[in-house]
């Protein structure tokens, strides 16, 4: 019943990366990154390793879009 | 009986992220996007309890638990970035 659902994963893994690589919105795309940590955090959970997966799902999808996002904020210039 | 509930469930999930990868992909702006990734990380914690009760590991709850408490985080700096606070 599962194997599914991690195909749909991997999927969704593949489509998030793409994203996240061609769009032009930055702030977009780096959802999309984060995005693809998540569904990489569950695979890595499904497959039995529950310690990467929590490391991954914290650091990866929760930390590395805040400071993408704070980096995007001070280096695009002020709309006056 | 319990093992329907099970498909039941796991066919909400795939239709869930299907849809929610769908609505990622086609999004019209990028706060379409931030709400489809919201509604994927409910989904994603509700996918890693369900098989933590098939493979019956509960330790796998633990890591639904530690991503349920931290998958507000990312929306609220987004939230913040869209309101330039950030």
Redesign the interface.
Known sequence: MLEFLVWLLCGSILVSGILAVRLDNTLAAAVSGGLASLFAAVCYVVLGAPDVGMTEASIGSGLSVLIFLYAIRRTTEKVP | MSEGI??IA?AL??FG??FG?LR??L?LT?VD??AA?DM??VV?VS??AL?AH?AGRS??L??AL??GV??F??VV??AR??E?G?
Do not use: E
């Open positions: 099970l498909v796991a999930i795939f992220i299907a990868v990622l992909a999004g990028a996007r931030v990734v994927l990380t994603s996918l890693i098989y098939v330790i796998y633990d890591v530690v991503y931290l998958s985080l990312a700096a987004i970035y869209l330039r950030l």
